[in-house]
């Protein structure tokens, strides 16, 4: 009796166009196992896996981040950790404002404290900790 089973095949992995979200491309594969032993594809589909980043900022544990998706992403192999972080750093580059000729950046904050001088409090902690993500979004082609 010949049985059928669904592969995985890891694909590349990108970054959004246009949002917070890193792209993996994979192949769904039905192998057709025959009595003999012998493999047969009888079926392949082109699928992606959007991978949100909830939070992302210039204090972010990327190597932290970076392993939180792979370890919470059965798609990603282990190995590809570094090409990860290298995506979470391109991601969080985006994000950024643009740097001025003299090297400083626009401030972000538009409003003004008159004459106190005193810098707003930093954020709490929570910047420390990994940024958030929501790997539920799938989409197949």
Same mark, same amino acid.
Do not use: F
């Given at each position: 009796? @010949?049985e059928?089973? &669904?592969?995985?095949?890891?694909?590349?992995?990108? =970054?959004?166009?246009?949002?917070?979200? =890193?792209?993996?491309h994979?192949?769904?594969?039905?192998? =057709?196992?025959?009595?003999? $032993?012998?493999?047969?594809?009888? +079926? +392949?589909?082109?699928?992606?896996? &959007?991978? !949100?980043?909830?939070?992302?900022?210039?204090?972010?544990? =990327?190597?932290a981040?970076?392993?939180?998706?792979?370890?919470?992403?059965? *798609?990603?192999?282990?190995?590809?950790? $570094? *090409?990860?972080?290298? *995506? *979470?750093?391109?991601l969080?580059?985006?994000?950024?404002?643009?740097? %001025?000729?003299?090297?400083?950046?626009?401030?972000?904050? @538009?409003?003004?404290? +008159?004459?106190?001088?005193?810098?707003?409090?930093? %954020?709490?902690?929570?910047?420390? @900790?990994?940024a958030?993500?929501?790997?539920?979004? !799938? !989409?197949?082609?």
């Amino acid at each position: 009796m @010949s049985e059928v089973k &669904k592969k995985i095949r890891p694909g590349a992995i990108e =970054l959004h166009a246009d949002e917070l979200a =890193l792209v993996v491309h994979y192949e769904v594969q039905e192998v =057709l196992q025959q009595p003999d $032993g012998t493999q047969e594809v009888t +079926s +392949s589909s082109q699928a992606s896996k &959007k991978i !949100t980043v909830k939070s992302l900022n210039e204090r972010t544990d =990327l190597p932290a981040l970076a392993a939180e998706v792979v370890d919470k992403c059965k *798609l990603i192999h282990p190995s590809k950790v $570094g *090409l990860v972080q290298e *995506l *979470l750093q391109q991601l969080q580059q985006r994000q950024q404002p643009p740097v %001025a000729a003299d090297g400083s950046r626009p401030a972000s904050n @538009s409003s003004s404290r +008159s004459g106190s001088g005193a810098a707003a409090p930093a %954020a709490p902690a929570a910047a420390a @900790s990994p940024a958030r993500l929501d790997p539920a979004a !799938t !989409t197949r082609s």
